[in-house]
């Protein structure tokens, strides 16, 4: 059974190959700058080695074009013909209170991802685009949605109203939806099944900090809060977006420097977060390198960064009425091991006991930090969304 897991950005598709009978990874890559000048498509071929192919790339049905050519190229392919195909697993950010769970796509499931197109502008166009092509492209596959919202459709009420009048709850659907929800339950059961807790008898936390980064209280294997909102926005300081800001700043921005909502939505998306406070790169990679060179932004940055991190970890602790497991997760969670340091080390008034020097050397693993005398386990575990896409696929087409 070999599934192929798309995830369609609006500019980029991420694509994954994976054989779902000996659990392998058969190939990866991505079309990037889809629209753009110099687009390409980068493929990691089974035997691991790159590939970069160059191309003219206009819009995503080109890019899926690429990538069914490149998986069933003599040369670089890892599939004879498209009939090895058996289904394709697309990741869509936003389902609203539409999904809780995945789905074969039909008619009625894309009428329906559609409809979410008004709360999710950016991200539900080049998904749905995705679902297209490969209809046209491949007619007879099986295709199956997973949605990053459906895993906190769990949250109560009190945790995803805002305190604004109801009516706009009812006209418009403006709630928190929450996303990643496919990394937070992959991460989550991954850890249970690792810590050899009893999922639905557990209190997790997991930190999801990759370039969007959001961090979710799970409660006997449910969300139950999370910090990502209405749009992804919402939360933790990012790579590129802002998280919690001040509503007021944002009118005040609008009269002073006479901008509209497209603006105000680039800016806090595009420009703001590690990036736009640094000045240096949205990447913690750099900022880490700025900061050892003195550079006063690059650790306001890391600082303000690892702060909200702590204090989200810290109100989710309240929420599960306290905590069996802190999970990372994500390329800063699996890597950074500052943040990880600085997080336990807030945490130690409630008995977290970390092995320090193991933490400094465990960079994208599967590994336990904390001690066997610490009161709450801590540990990291590499995401990994695109298995969860498919095997998630490989179940409903089973199914049906
Ligand atoms: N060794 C590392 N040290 C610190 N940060 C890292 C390291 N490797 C990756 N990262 C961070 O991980 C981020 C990307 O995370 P990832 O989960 O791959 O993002 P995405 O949300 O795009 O899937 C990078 O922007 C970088 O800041
Ligand atoms: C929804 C979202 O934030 O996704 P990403 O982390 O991929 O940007
Ligand atoms: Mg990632």
Redesign the pocket.
């Known amino acids: 059974m070999k599934i192929l897991v798309l995830n369609c950005g609006s500019s980029s598709i991420k694509y994954k190959l994976l054989d779902m009978i000996n659990k392998e990874e058969l190939s990866s890559g991505a079309v990037e700058k889809i629209g753009m000048k110099g687009s390409f498509l980068k493929h990691v071929r089974r035997d691991g080695q790159k590939v970069l192919l160059k191309g003219e790339i206009l819009e995503h049905r080109i890019g899926i074009e690429y990538i069914l050519g490149v998986l069933t190229s003599q040369k670089h392919g890892c599939i004879e013909s498209l009939e090895e195909i058996n289904a394709v697993g697309h990741r869509v950010v936003h389902g609203g209170e539409k999904f809780n769970s995945s789905v074969l796509i039909t008619e009625e499931v894309i009428q329906k991802i559609t409809e979410c197109i008004e709360i999710a502008p950016l991200h539900n166009p080049p998904n749905l685009a995705g679902i297209n092509a490969i209809t046209e492209l491949l007619p007879t596959v099986p295709q199956v949605a997973v949605f990053d919202t459906a895993f906190h459709q769990t949250m109560p009420n009190y945790a995803y109203m805002y305190g604004i009048p109801h009516s706009l709850y009812t006209k418009y659907g403006i709630r928190r939806y929450g996303f990643h929800g496919t990394s937070h339950r992959y991460v989550s059961r991954r850890a249970a099944d690792f810590l050899g807790l009893d999922y639905n008898n557990s209190r997790i936390i997991v930190a999801h900090l ?3 980064a959001s961090i979710c209280a799970i409660k006997n294997g449910k969300s139950v809060d999370t910090s990502m909102g209405f749009t992804p926005i919402e939360g933790l300081m990012m ?1 590129t977006r802002s998280g919690d800001v001040d509503l007021g700043v944002v009118t005040f921005l609008m009269e002073k420097e006479m901008i509209g909502s497209a603006s105000v939505s680039t800016l806090f998306n595009k420009h703001s977060g590690v990036l736009g406070v640094s000045g240096v790169s ?4 750099d900022v ?1 390198k700025a900061k050892g060179e003195g550079n006063e932004r690059a650790r306001l940055a890391w600082d303000m960064y690892e702060y909200k991190v702590m204090k989200y970890i810290s109100g989710y602790i309240g929420v599960l009425n306290g905590v069996d497991a802190i999970v990372f997760t ?3 969670g699996e ?2 091991t500052e943040t990880r340091e600085y997080v336990c080390k807030q945490l130690a008034y409630l008995g977290v006991k970390v092995d320090f020097d193991l933490n400094k050397v465990s ?1 994208g693993k599967e590994i336990l930090l904390s001690t066997p005398e610490s009161a709450v386990n801590i540990c990291v575990i590499p ?1 990994d969304e695109e298995f969860m896409i498919a095997s998630d696929t490989l179940d409903i087409v089973q199914q049906n």
């Open positions: 990759g370039n969007g790579g949205s990447d913690m990679r880490d994500g390329g800063v890597n950074q960079k995401t």
